[in-house]
């Protein structure tokens, strides 16, 4: 199991965890696959590990085992994210694996699918970012204790299948919970008010952003660049993977020669790379072509049935002083006009930036985690907030300069249109959000009944290690 895997493990959102009156040692096997963990806990000085034997199975969920060293693995993920492993049990992360293994069991029996194309598509993701860390695919079979990536491709498919059988099984299981208003009323007024949610502190946040002008010399010049290399290689036998590590300017490939490997028709890239890489024979380069990333020539350097290895050189135009220049006294005088009340900045939105997701809304961000436009202060982006921070109602910031994924630069001006100081729940003021808390209840005695039948009804066998652990659940069938 992977550092990205368990990524999507940990961050797979659960209804419920498992709690454990009395918690039991945060100790590891003694083995290869949890050497990591063995060093993360020695740095930390916590307290000695209780011994597991090596590679045993903790449990088995109808078909899917679990062993000792995914616990193991799960502590690793935990604290390669920053969280605390200190009070957390081996028995709360047996239970949270059962419970994702029970969601995969059921899913099939209710013949729920999951293309493969899918799971590879995700698998794709997931080794293109950790050769990116690593550096090459022997590495990253190496990091993993794998014999090649082939084998790590293998465990990877099957550990995200099974994630999101459990992810679209649980979907299924609260997909017809509603909510009535007056399941909301009584859930509100039935807590007592003295113990009513607290809301943070929110606020409502618009963009106007301006992009200095690509001009066509500056495209023509990054083309003429890159058909020059295409020629040097070609012409005097110039390796592709030299150029790409001397002039790339894809931070996940260039150190690599610009390699990618295992490209497919239904990858996640974008369609102009993909339509290249598949229509190119084997050896052949490309012309310069244009994605939303920039300007790229394609090596094909082998096909092996539906997937082709590629490498390729990514270069961005040049923006020009004066385009820059440009581009600041045209976002000056938009701040100016708003602040002489000639022009609302919503109204300057919609006019002039040229942010395609924003403009219309009249430059209203929307925050990518609930799809509402309100913002915790607490919990929004770290750089966003420091940019609004401060300001008031209605003020508009200063001018800040953004750079995206391909180091394109953009300057900015941002306001606040609404702020929410903090404050106890108000039925009134607050309903969307206490409609929100109610549902999430219902949601989960669903969740607690639906678990309650399939755990009765599934094979499940539980190692003695774990007989004294006080699940949620009834696993031990009690």
Request: proline share 3%.
């Amino acid at each position: 199991m992977t550092k990205f895997l368990l990524i999507l493990l940990f961050s797979t959102t659960m209804l419920q965890a498992q709690t454990v009156l009395e918690p039991d040692s945060t100790g590891v096997v003694k083995s290869n696959d949890s050497l990591l963990v063995q060093q993360v806990v020695q740095r930390d000085s916590l307290k000695p590990f209780k011994r597991y034997k090596a590679e045993g199975v903790s449990a088995v969920v109808g078909e899917y085992v679990i062993l000792d060293s995914d616990i193991d693995k799960s502590y690793v993920e935990m604290k390669s994210q920053g969280m605390s492993i200190e009070d957390v049990s081996r028995c709360q992360l047996m239970g949270k694996l059962m419970e994702d293994k029970l969601y995969a069991h059921q899913a099939k029996q209710d013949s729920i699918l999951v293309p493969d194309a899918e799971i590879n598509g995700m698998i794709d993701q997931q080794l293109q970012y950790m050769i990116s860390e690593l550096g090459s695919e022997e590495k990253v079979a190496q990091y993993y204790r794998k014999d090649n990536i082939a084998q790590l491709r293998t465990e990877l498919f099957e550990a995200n299948k099974s994630i999101k059988l459990a992810q679209l099984m649980q979907q299924k299981v609260i997909e017809k919970v509603e909510i009535t208003p007056e399941e909301v009323r009584t859930f509100f007024f039935s807590i007592p008010e003295d113990e009513r949610p607290v809301f943070g502190a929110e606020i409502e946040v618009a963009q106007i952003v301006v992009d200095p002008e690509i001009t066509e010399t500056a495209i023509a010049e990054v083309v003429a660049r890159l058909n020059s290399i295409r020629a040097d290689i070609i012409d005097n036998g110039t390796s592709f993977s030299t150029k790409a590590v001397l002039y790339s300017k894809d931070p996940g490939s260039a150190s690599k020669g610009g390699l990618y490997t295992g490209v497919k028709r239904d990858s996640p890239w974008a369609k102009e790379f993909k339509d290249q890489a598949f229509s190119l024979l084997e050896g052949e380069i490309s012309e310069p072509f244009e994605t939303e990333f920039g300007y790229h020539i394609l090596y094909v350097e082998k096909i092996r049935g539906q997937e082709v290895d590629v490498r390729h050189i990514l270069m961005f135009p040049e923006v020009s002083q004066s385009s820059i220049d440009a581009a600041q006294k045209k976002i000056e005088d938009i701040k100016a006009r708003i602040e002489a009340g000639e022009i609302t900045f919503a109204e300057a939105a919609i006019e002039s930036s040229d942010d395609k997701e924003t403009r219309n809304n009249g430059g209203q961000l929307i925050n990518p985690v609930n799809f509402d436009t309100k913002f915790d202060l607490t919990k929004m982006d770290p750089t966003l907030s420091a940019q609004v921070y401060n300001l008031k109602e209605g003020e508009v910031s200063k001018i800040f300069t953004d750079r995206d994924r391909t180091g394109k630069s953009s300057l900015k001006i941002l306001t606040v249109t609404k702020k929410y100081e903090e404050h106890k729940a108000d039925y009134a003021k607050d309903y969307e959000r206490i409609k929100q808390l109610a549902l999430r209840e219902k949601q989960i005695k669903s969740i607690n009944k639906w678990q309650h039948e399939k755990i009765k009804d599934t094979y499940i066998s539980i190692n003695q290690d774990y007989q004294d652990c006080e699940f949620t659940g009834n696993w031990l069938k009690k």
